[in-house]
């Protein structure tokens, strides 16, 4: 792995599901991951075109259930290309002898290469360089170049390439027993000179798919087609030592675009109009520099390699071509199939990352969630609530699609599955609305969908409070946390829990947002918002109690993770660990065994702490204020140690926050942790999940952790506030942001000086706030600032 | 005609497609005209809902002529609801003797209501009241409410609901030779208890339509259903002089629609869950009320009447359930299938009207050009240019749609159509860039999608420049201006003028300004910009030079049309008024007696005047200045007078240009024009055009006319500009409007004074401009100003 490339070396089949997860090429409009079609047969198993936003619903039956799933779909494999010498056999590592292989993806340019040197005889070496992109200037072009050297021969090479509309959803194991079959109504054909099409439909969302291949060589190039197969054959002349190329492009549109008429209409147009390799590459290269510099990150060291790795996959699923779709954060991203593409909370860790980058696609990200506000009301009526509820999982249209039931495959039981009691998607929402109006100063947004999400999450959480007389605070009941272990009260009839710190604190927090809202809203306008959703001075107050007396449990001094957590038994952590070595699914163990982590002190993930991953210390102590409690250091490090010794880390979602959270408050695991969510996917601590897909908010997550963890950033009432907290191991570093109009504004952290500079432009002054001073800087200017030791 | 309704009383089939055109129904998704069912057998020849953007191409054989046509498509007819006493006769006027019939549309409420009295026998009359509306809270929905009251008689009554797909593309008699059935693979179906579904696909798009409707009655309903057709059937009980009522309620998605999974899921999703009609009603008002709010319009007498019309009929076009559409602006709304929904160039005078009130519909708008800035530069590249040329019509995916031949039905000959000439579209989307930024603050669209479409609309007309070394000018040759009639030189081989002075001076302006934004840029993203383009400073020195020497043509002392304009022939306009009584189609008239409007100083609309429109008299002095001439009030006097005399005003938009240009002037014949403009579509004024489609630039330009024509407001340089010129006929009215940011401030116009209120907020004080003195308002403060006498 160098600075810019990420590499593998020899050929390890093993590895080769995570390799291939790792080098998905996207560019927000759709991502391929897959092997090279020279590769060995047991590679060629998990291609994957994913479109964004693409879903279409299969029924199957599996083992007498009715199993309904929503699936991100797997589009036709554009990638497959092959070759033999003339009249032999397809060259593969299983019909001929591999040299040398290596798989270098660089992240500067966007672009996957493979060498591959197979030996064909005595002194007679075909040497194969693939490079491999999927357009980040023109999101519907994706190309593959293949460059063919013979050493110590001259010969003929037959070369063919297809578009395959065989393929299926099996990426994840797993699932292989429900229907993957998404495509139907296959047809191919041809255009002369040398492009062939594909085109299909899915088979219950009827989404249109067309695509196109060019074929071009030094060679006359013959085209051919088969029921869901289609594509271009060459006989190349191959001089000693002379390379010659075979390029391929190929261009994609669904039903979803707009601005078209037809999607296989547009597709075969657009290959037609694409321009040569060499210029294709040219502006491809440039879109990627212009990501790169909009989102600088100048990182040392190994954290820097891998969070460009990171940004890199961000950057795949989520780029200024989702700026105009209607997409969401899949957990995944475009990388596979786990989660089936659906959409959770992730969000939460991705948009504040990007917030300061890329503004605008951060907007659309929100509109996606306000295009489906409607279903959340009607989430919400469901469960007798008023407001709008986000469900836990999601696709196509906003509606719930988590699953009722799932397999213990230690047990073999099927088991209820209550996730969807996680109502605190609607939290994440509410945040991401407020971090992007703060950070763009798009008050017309805020003051239009964001007030109307804003407003509607509030009402659902103040309709979902209660009123306890015997507490005197309103209650949150029935309900689950972040943290996945515990969906009930030991020996409860009923699933759910009360009052969990992490929903009754945000809620409380949505709902003093809301009212700020209200308040500064153009009266016109909040006289339009009240008489749309009926909205009254009566309600206003009800929000005003609720928001201050929500009840916050405690017990031993600490924050509860919800009410009646202090009365579990402790878990014997060590004896587990040393029975079963990887515990991080210890609900799984303990089903397993006929216990329930329900009656264990023991999460799976942070849950309380993530008060600290998403609130500066500071506007935490303001929240707690707010509800008549004295949230002070020793409370919040007392509770972090609680929690940080009974957590499993069975997301990757924990690593981040308790690292994020430990370098707050100035403590030496921080590193630790931040080590653990850097090496999350690369190492793919999760036990093999990362070939089923990337975590995309966890490396989010990263990126937000240098960004704003350790500089203490946040953009608030106007000002950019500062309040560093470097760890020994990442002190010197800088970035660059977007903000408020501004571009391109340079943050800059050394030890004990942070530096700020302003580029030239017609804009305001940033006004800049440290604990102990504010300074102003000018557009033009740079402001360097002693830190206190 | 009342105050906010218009009304049509009596029964006069002969006005009945006027009537039914300005008697559309609807809410920027969808619109729906069309006659009651109730109603005789010749009027339901005119049905029709139009959904924004669903366009489809069909080609026909037309005398020996293969002609492709893409059309707004007519969607299945959901009005449908017919009645007879048990077992007899289905009333219609054919069938029934009608004691009365009244038909209203209440702008207020978005209501079109119907009452009809049918006389069954003696002393027995069914009295039938109707009240229709497509719901502007609800975008998807539609419903129908009738109320039948027996008077003197009790009896059964059948009626029958029907969704019906068989519909076609024929509501203009000219296009009925061309194919018009865009609907295919028609499935009904019910879903018990009482509703009823159809769905279908247009026929080359594939865009899939589902719809659903769900029958209301005190009395069971059955479902029937057949091949493209499908309803209900009730059987009522009339008790005598007790109203008895049927609610129809209808659902309607297409799969261009974000956020649904399939588009008939979705209609009986929608369907279902629709609240029942008072409740519809009661959110329907609201929304209504709110629009009325945001585009408040006080304006006295019947021209404020006309005025309320208008803007009820571009808020059923372009509302803001547009702004998440990928929709423009077309020429005829959604109101008729005149020009096939295509998109022109009236957005003209449309957006700077939304920009007002509605800005995030003006974002939206120009969103679909930026989404087509592709083809528009494809477009460019077709015609051997550099940068974006946006066609003069288009509809799905951003093409030039312009015929190549028409028909003169006065000579029946095919002529050549070259009004794809008209290349200053591009203008007029960057006029309204700029116009749209300035009003709402939105430096973010202007730095990103807005300096793209500036940049590359400039760099067309820079690279359409050629130098002229006689002239020591640039020249812009072989274009057409707006006026239709002239499209050649007479006796020219080849089509085109040169140098339209219309199309140079607003080329000059868009270069001017788009070296302005380039100039202002953050640095950071005008070195993206330039990167991407290729711009360098030698291009940008071009500009430049090219803004400041494009030729503007002269004769007599007036500015000439285009080059060589003086040279043509005096047409003798009292004997041609007098031979043919109505010449407003000139050009037909001409060339079916062998000559062309080609040789004269004859233009059928604004085209020299038009620059008056879109400039200030300050900002087109500055134009003209950098341009080398001196423009003074008497050159621009002249100038008016004499295109002013030689006009035949064969277009809508041509009375509002001179009124407003006229009005500035002020000059005494304003008004004529002014009313003129008023009268357009309520009178039909272009010789039964409305019928097929209301004129939508014209009427938003109306409303345009009074907010920015006799206010001489403008929005620039951050301030708001004003420069009162009220005509004696209107000079006392307010209006309200949302500018950068602020709701509703209001403006109010008297004799001598002008009052500007800015509501309370926490917004930045307005800055006013007057031609004498400049004032700042700060929110809460309303401000009075003398005008000078």
Redesign the interface.
């Known amino acids: 792995m160098t600075g810019w490339t990420w590499e593998y070396d020899g050929y390890e089949p093993a590895d080769e599901r995570l390799r291939e997860s790792l080098c998905t090429l996207g560019n927000g409009y759709f991502a391929t991951r897959g092997a090279l079609p020279e590769c060995a047969a047991d590679e060629v198993h998990y291609p994957g075109t994913y479109a964004a936003g693409c ?1 279409d ?1 299969l029924t199957t039956d599996v083992a007498g259930r009715r199993v309904e799933n ?1 699936d991100l779909v797997n589009l036709p494999n554009w990638l497959p290309l092959r070759f033999r010498p003339a009249d032999g056999q397809w060259l593969t590592p299983d019909t001929a002898r591999v040299a040398e292989h290596g798989q270098a993806l660089h992240l500067d340019s966007g672009l996957l290469e493979r060498r591959t040197r197979y030996t064909l005889g005595a002194d007679r070496v075909l040497s194969v360089r693939q490079q491999r992109l999927v357009h980040m ?1 023109e999101p519907h072009l994706a190309a593959l170049r293949t460059e063919f050297t013979a050493e110590g021969f001259t010969g003929d090479l037959d070369v063919e390439a297809a578009l395959d509309g065989g393929v299926t959803n099996a990426g994840v194991p797993r699932y292989r027993d429900l229907d993957g079959r998404h495509l139907t109504r296959m047809h191919t054909g041809t255009v002369e000179p040398g492009t062939v099409w594909l085109r299909c439909r899915t088979r ?3 989404i ?1 798919i067309g695509m196109a291949a060019r074929l071009t060589a030094d060679a006359p190039v013959t085209t051919w087609r088969e029921a869901s197969r289609a594509g271009q054959r060459v006989r190349l002349r191959l001089p000693p030592g002379r390379t010659v190329t075979v390029d391929k492009t190929v261009a994609l549109h669904t ?1 979803r675009d ?5 999607p296989l209409d ?1 597709a075969i147009d657009r290959v037609g ?1 694409a321009p040569a390799f060499d210029e294709l590459l040219d ?1 491809h290269l ?2 990627w ?2 990501l790169w ?2 989102a600088e990150l100048d990182v040392p060291g190994e954290a820097g390699r891998i969070l460009r790795l990171h940004l890199f996959h961000v950057l795949q699923t989520l780029s200024p071509h989702t700026a ?1 779709l ?1 997409v969401g954060v899949p957990a995944r991203g475009l990388h596979g199939e786990a989660y089936r593409g659906h959409v959770f909370w992730d969000e939460l860790f991705v948009l504040p990352y990007l917030d300061l980058h890329f ?2 696609v951060s907007r659309a990200l929100l ?2 969630r306000h ?2 506000l409607d ?1 959340a009301r ?1 989430t919400a009526r469901a469960v007798g609530r008023r407001g709008a509820l986000y469900p836990w999982q999601s ?4 509606r719930e699609e988590s699953q009722e039931v799932h397999l213990n495959p230690r047990s073999g039981r099927w088991l209820p599955d209550h996730s969807r009691l996680q109502r605190h998607v609607g939290s994440a929402v509410a945040y991401n609305v407020w971090q992007y109006c703060e950070a ?1 100063g ?3 947004f805020l ?2 969908r964001g007030a109307e999400m804003l407003l509607q999450i509030a009402r659902f959480w103040a309709d979902s409070a209660t009123w306890d007389e015997g507490l005197g605070r309103h209650r949150i009941r029935g309900v689950m946390g972040p943290d996945e272990y515990h969906d009930a009260y030991p020996d409860a009839p009923h699933p759910g829990l009360d009052d969990n710190a992490y929903t009754n604190v945000t809620a409380a927090w949505v709902l003093a947002r809301a009212l700020d809202v209200l308040r ?6 909040r006289r ?1 918002l009240a ?2 959703t009926g909205l009254d001075d009566g309600e206003l107050e009800q929000w005003e109690d609720v928001s201050r007396t929500l009840h916050v449990p405690f017990h031993d001094g600490v924050i509860s993770q919800f009410e009646g957590y202090g009365d579990l038994a402790e878990l014997d952590w060590e004896g587990h660990r040393r029975q079963y070595g990887d515990i991080r699914r210890l609900d799984r163990i303990l089903e397993a065994e006929g216990d329930t982590v329900n009656r264990y002190k023991a999460s799976k993930q942070a849950d309380v702490l993530m008060l600290g991953y998403l609130f500066s210390p500071a506007e935490l102590q303001d929240l707690f204020g707010r509800l008549g409690h004295r949230l002070d250091d020793e409370l919040w490090l007392r509770t972090v140690d609680h929690y940080l010794h009974r957590t499993s880390h069975g997301s990757t979602l924990s690593g981040l926050v308790h690292g994020w959270v430990l370098a707050r408050a100035r403590r030496a695991e921080a590193w630790t942790y931040c080590q653990e969510a850097l090496r999350g996917d690369i190492a793919d601590l999760q036990g093999g999940t990362t070939g089923e897909g990337v975590h995309l908010g966890a490396m989010a997550g990263t990126l937000d952790l240098v960004q704003r963890g350790l500089t203490g950033l946040e953009t608030r009432d106007g000002a950019l506030w500062l309040d560093p907290v470097p760890l020994p191991e990442l002190s010197s570093y800088g970035f660059s942001l977007r903000y408020q ?4 504004v340079r943050l800059r952290l050394e030890p004990g000086r942070l530096e700020v500079t302003v ?5 305001s002054p940033i006004d800049i706030r440290l604990p102990d001073r504010a300074v102003r800087v000018e557009p033009g200017e740079t402001c360097r600032l002693v830190l206190p030791g």
Do not use: F, K, V
């Open positions: 879903y619903r929503e200037a219950t969302s009827d249109r039903s707009p601005a078209i008429s037809d547009a109009a502006s440039t879109a520099d212009q510099r909009r105009d209607d503004p605008e509109r996606y295009r489906r279903q009607a696709g196509s249209d906003g763009s798009d008050t017309e003051h239009t500064t809203l153009p009266e016109p306008r339009e008489e749309r109009g501004h571009w391109g580029p030239p432009s017609d804009r």
